[in-house]
């Protein structure tokens, strides 16, 4: 059973940071691409940001310059280092990883079950 779990979510105050961890654990034999999404109350879901296994980086618009990215393949770790934090950042954030569970002949999509984070005075 494959599981990923998010942690480092809260409350802070804009222009604070907050830095989420994404683990993988479980029977897995390779991680691929590994994101983060994000959805705000009434609005679809985002893709943040994206690094593959070799830390190649994709950043959204709307976080470029502010957050960063970053995997600890030793780990099955993927974090999110969220600078210069504005209410507009409010949202579930995700984790998602493309990943080959062992004894499986595919990758497959498994995602998070989100953790909240709340930008407020």
């Known amino acids: 059973q494959v599981q990923l779990v998010e942690s480092g979510g809260g409350l802070v105050q804009p222009g604070g940071s907050l830095r989420l961890s994404c683990a993988a654990s479980?029977?897995?034999?390779?991680?691929?691409?590994m994101c983060w999404y994000r959805q705000a109350p009434g609005k679809q879901r985002e893709l943040v940001e994206r690094?593959?296994?070799?830390?190649?980086?994709d950043y959204g618009d709307p976080v470029k310059g502010r957050f960063t990215i970053s995997r600890d393949n030793a780990k099955n770790t993927m974090y999110l280092q969220m600078n210069s934090l504005k209410p507009e950042d409010t949202a579930v954030y995700f984790c998602?990883?493309?990943?080959?569970?062992?004894?499986?002949?595919?990758?497959?999509?498994?995602w998070g079950q989100g953790t909240q984070v709340t930008v407020s005075s």
């Open positions: 479980g029977s897995i034999l390779s991680i691929g691409v």
């Open positions: 690094i593959s296994r070799g830390g190649n980086t």
């Open positions: 998602y990883a493309f990943l080959m569970g062992l004894g499986k002949a595919t990758y497959d999509n498994y």
